[in-house]
């Protein structure tokens, strides 16, 4: 009885009790709106009468009713996260809001609920105590599935509260308490903790490029990817009609951040890596230092052109041919007459091959009538010689050809067909392929050389030197690599297509149609309708039209599915992560995709690895866009304890001391240590240590309000490359592929390039000295190493500790 009646004047029981009963109607709201939409879905898949036209509209509601259906569906979780008070006039209180994941309304058309994006919850985000914005109070709601666990109270103006209001305040900070829950592998949304820094990332306009600069953990790819869903939001005719890209360092980071926009209710966004952006090839190979610097340096876009231009060749001494049984001859003047005037063409290379064919087809003609007459004319005068024609009369003009245009064109389509002619202009003009010419670039020497010593004539400053050409050549049939990507798309832009594909299709396409349209004759004349007519003498319906109301092609393609499959698919936004990586010829390829410009690129020039990556956001991007570069800069640590922050910090003044580390929230519980191991006890200390943290974390305690499961717990131990092997041997139960398991198992084996853009509960450093010796990058390398843990460091090494280190405990 005492309980009871302490539990009632309890301020948490009962401020929870009556946001209980809100939530509650919130998901009696999120319910019946899935019901409509579920019936509406089922009587739009049932409406199948009707021809064409009746089809299409049946199955765009039935496209529309889904996407409504999944973004209803996936808010199950977290639906509502937080209210905000505004402040009353003194005499009552203000109007009070619901934020959550969506918009909802009640059964009177009310707004129950505010979308999160909505501009009527920003100030849920961008309130301060200095610019409250409005505000009373901000409360923080936290739900386990459809239940209210935990309340959160920020007051802003204690005088606009009313007397029960200020008697139920409770909580404590929400961030905090969601930084100490443990990994699970996956990257959750921070929709109810966003910080006003992040929040002016994600209102940021659509237009221009955004530069999101964050050291590790502050949040910016989160923020990036909740600015998608904003975008989205508040452009949904647009972006929904162009589509939105995100581009990832790697598939497990890809798999990493996957469930953020489904669960803020997006699903139209393609995802991909770099090397994933040329359609039909899916590229993950990484290459040596030496190898990615020069495939990323703009030398290559000459290089490519000059493949091309090098592949357009004139015969030394002419064309000599046989066709027919004749020999026929162009002479290199007019070889290079022809193809010159194809390249002035203007256009791409497999396109302007058809003038050249043609040209080409024109002057052996041309040659094989000269030889004709030329023979004809003998065998005349040998005739006349010997009196063969006494007696018949002379031609009105003698001198006069001997063929017509007809003739000509005739003798043109003859020599097509001739197979030593095409393999004759095939080799001085080839139709290729992107893939075609990067692959036999790459893995042949003469054809590299050649190119090469056309890209110096070209421009003289894109030259490369000998060692260069022997950094790109590579074994014939190597898979592709990331770095190949942009040159497979720099090909792609000059190559082109000749238009027999597309041509194909039509030829197709119009024999299926005559098909159809016969099918369908043949059933007004068995049904009598070809003979009904109207009062005007038309008919009631013909065979086109019968074919148009009954054609049929399969449900509409989403954007994302379209998009994902077209190359030249131009979209309506673009979010490169860990931006920093990417070379100026990979930022070729995605300036491709985004004409408009309109990008947020995510990254820290701190944490750049890649030989080719970025050294300063505006020598990379100023090329592409101008002055429409905006740079955010996020400069608040959310993930990194201060102890493991403080030695990273170390690392960086030596390696980039122009940067300027993130600040840490919070203090954490454990220091981090260095432990020294024996060369001979290496393949002992480490899966012991490593079984030990796997441990370690996923027995610690989680806080109030974190995951309900339970704290997962993930480890990594990071290695320089070369060890990778070897480590990965050591540990057999751990995941040591680049591949998304590594997310779900308790142990990770990861080089420092694969953990990039990940986060654990525990990271093991092997061998530091290594890491920093193994590129010129070496230094970013370990940074990016120590800041992948969220509570525990350890750093292995055998030999002694880099200065840089020696704030560890126990160095």
């Not at 699970?184 to 109810?192: E, L, P, S």
């Not at 092997?766 to 525990?792: C, F, H, K, M, N």
């Amino acid at each position: 009885m005492e309980q009871s009646q302490s539990a009632g004047h309890n301020p948490l029981a009962v401020s929870i009790h009556g946001e209980q009963e809100y939530v509650s109607a919130l998901y009696g709201h999120l319910d019946a709106e899935r019901a409509h939409v579920r019936d509406a879905f089922l009587r739009a898949q049932r409406n199948g009468a009707g021809g064409h036209g009746a089809l299409m509209d049946r199955e765009a509601s039935v496209d529309e009713q889904a996407r409504r259906l999944t973004r209803l569906e996936a808010v199950e979780e977290g639906l509502c996260f937080g209210r905000v008070d505004l402040r009353g006039d003194g005499r009552s209180p203000g109007e009070r809001l619901y934020i959550g994941r969506i918009g909802l309304r009640d059964g009177d058309r009310e707004v129950a609920l505010v979308d999160w994006r909505a501009p009527a919850a920003r100030p849920f985000y961008s309130a301060t105590p200095s610019a409250p914005d409005g505000l009373a109070r901000r409360r923080h709601l936290y739900t386990r599935r459809r239940t209210v666990v935990g309340l959160d109270d920020e007051v802003f103006d204690l005088e606009g509260l009313s007397e029960d209001d200020r008697q139920g305040l409770v909580g404590e900070a929400a961030l905090m308490a969601s930084l100490r829950a443990g990994r699970t592998g996956r990257m959750h949304d921070i929709v109810a903790t966003i910080q006003s820094e992040q929040d002016r990332v994600i209102r940021s306009s659509l237009q221009g490029a955004l530069v999101v600069q964050g050291g590790p953990g502050t949040g910016k790819t989160v923020a990036a990817l909740h600015r998608a869903a904003f975008l989205l939001y508040t452009h949904r005719d647009l972006l929904e009609r162009r589509g939105v890209l995100v581009v990832g360092p790697n598939p497990v980071f890809l798999r990493y951040i996957g469930q953020v926009l489904p669960s803020l209710g997006e699903t139209d966004v393609v995802m991909t890596t770099l090397g994933g952006l040329y359609p039909g090839v899916r590229a993950e190979g990484a290459e040596g230092h030496r190898t990615a610097a020069v495939k990323g340096s703009l030398r290559m876009a000459t290089l490519v052109e000059a493949a091309v231009r090098e592949r357009q060749r004139v015969p030394e001494g002419g064309l000599y041919i046989t066709a027919s049984g004749t020999d026929l001859f162009v002479s290199e003047d007019t070889c290079r007459s022809v193809r010159d005037r194809a390249r002035e063409l203007g256009v791409k290379h497999n396109a302007a091959r058809t003038f050249f064919v043609s040209e080409m087809l024109t002057a052996l003609a041309q040659d094989q009538h000269d030889v004709l007459e030329h023979s004809i004319r003998e065998a005349e005068e040998a005739a006349a010689w010997d009196g063969a024609f006494a007696g018949v009369p002379e031609m009105e003009d003698p001198d006069a050809p001997l063929w017509t245009d007809e003739d000509l064109q005739s003798a043109r389509e003859t020599l097509w067909e001739e197979p030593e002619v095409h393999r004759a202009l095939g080799a001085l003009w080839p139709d290729l392929s992107p893939e075609a010419l990067i692959g036999e670039l790459l893995s042949d020497g003469d054809r590299l050389a050649a190119a090469a010593r056309e890209a110096e004539r070209l421009s003289p400053a894109d030259a490369l030197s000998g060692e260069d050409l022997d950094a790109l050549l590579r074994p014939e049939g190597s898979p592709w690599t990331v770095g190949d990507v942009p040159l497979l798309d720099e090909a792609a832009e000059l190559l082109g297509d000749d238009g027999s594909v597309r041509r194909a299709r039509q030829r197709e396409e119009a024999r299926r149609r005559a098909e159809a349209e016969r099918y369908a004759q043949g059933v007004l004349e068995v049904t009598g309708l070809s003979e009904q007519r109207t009062a005007d003498g038309d008919l009631v319906v013909d065979a086109n039209t019968l074919f148009e109301r009954n054609r049929y092609d399969g449900p509409e393609r989403t954007t994302a599915e379209r998009a994902a499959e077209d190359r030249t698919w131009a979209y309506g936004h673009v979010i490169v992560d860990e931006a920093q990586e990417l070379s100026e010829m990979a930022w070729r390829t995605v300036m491709r995709r985004i004409p408009t410009r309109s990008l947020t690129v995510v990254g820290d020039v701190a944490q750049t690895g890649s030989a080719a990556g970025a050294s300063s956001w505006s020598s990379m991007l100023e090329r592409h866009v101008g002055g429409g570069l905006h740079e955010e800069r996020l400069l608040v640590n959310y993930r990194t304890p201060a102890a493991i922050m403080e030695v990273a910090a170390a690392v960086l003044k030596e390696v980039a001391p122009d940067q300027e580390p993130p600040e840490s929230v919070r203090e954490g519980d454990e220091p981090p240590r260095a432990v020294r191991v024996a060369p001979g006890e290496w393949e002992e200390r480490l899966p012991s240590l490593a079984r030990q943290e796997v441990r370690t974390v996923q027995t610690a305690e989680g806080g109030e309000h974190g995951d309900p499961e339970g704290v997962a717990g993930r480890v990594a131990v990071i290695v320089p490359d070369a060890r990778h092997g070897a480590v990965a041997a050591l540990l057999p139960e751990a995941e040591s592929q680049a591949s998304p398991e590594v997310l779900d198992a308790p142990v990770a084996v990861l080089t420092c390039a694969q953990a990039k853009g990940l986060e654990f509960d525990s990271v093991v450093v092997a061998a530091p000295d290594e890491i920093l010796d193994q590129s010129p990058q070496g230094g970013r390398d370990l940074y990016v190493a120590i800041t992948r843990a969220t509570r525990r460091l350890t750093v292995l090494h055998e030999a002694g500790l880099p200065t840089m280190l020696a704030g560890l405990d126990g160095a």
